[in-house]
Each structure stands twice: as structure tokens, then as C-alpha cells.
């Protein structure tokens, strides 16, 4: 892998770190699901949406219980995410390396 090559890996690839903190502090509304480039990740938004919206009139504590769910079970596949984001990420580095 070339100089270029890997400094274009560096800035590509996810960082855990920011993942957790996005998830931590914006996880209910789906943020770390668009960083990570994720399915449902607009679902996941529009449901925190209306949750909170919602909450003072009862609704939303019922769908709060789902939402927490759904953000608890993200916490443990996030690092899988990003592991498998880096390494594909790599991968076609690799590979354009090994076609010149």
C-alpha cells in the first residue's frame, strides 16, 4: 500500500471512539446508524422523533421502551460495524494495490 494510499485509508475509515460517543448521546435518534452507513438508520430518526415528541402525552412512553431496546442491541453490534467497515475498507486499498 502505497503513502497515498494509506492516507486516504485514514481519513476514510471510522473511529470507534466516535461511534460510541455518537451512539451514547444521540444513539435514540439513529446518529450513529448514519455514520456507520446503516440501514434504518432514518427509521431509527423519525421514530426518536415522534417518541419524544410524544412523551408528555403517554404515547411516546410506550414507544420508548422499543427505542431503548433498538439502542441498547446497537451498542453491540457498533463495534462490529466499524470493524468490519475498516477491514473492507482496507481491503479494496489491498486489492487495487495487487491489480497494478
Not at 492516507?7 to 461511534?19: C, D, G, P, S, T
Amino acid at each position: 500500500m502505497t503513502n497515498i494510499d494509506l492516507a486516504r485509508y485514514e481519513v476514510q475509515k471510522k473511529n470507534m471512539l466516535i461511534a460510541y460517543l455518537l451512539w451514547w448521546f444521540l444513539g435514540l435518534f439513529g446518529v450513529h446508524r448514519f455514520y456507520m452507513n446503516q440501514p434504518k438508520a432514518l427509521l431509527m430518526l423519525i421514530v426518536g422523533i415522534i417518541t419524544f415528541l410524544t412523551l408528555f402525552i403517554g404515547i411516546g412512553v410506550i414507544l420508548f421502551i422499543p427505542l431503548w431496546i433498538w439502542w441498547f442491541v446497537d451498542a453491540f453490534f457498533l463495534h462490529k460495524w466499524v470493524t468490519k467497515y475498516n477491514l473492507s475498507l482496507l481491503d479494496t486499498y489491498t486489492q487495487r494495490e495487487s491489480k497494478v
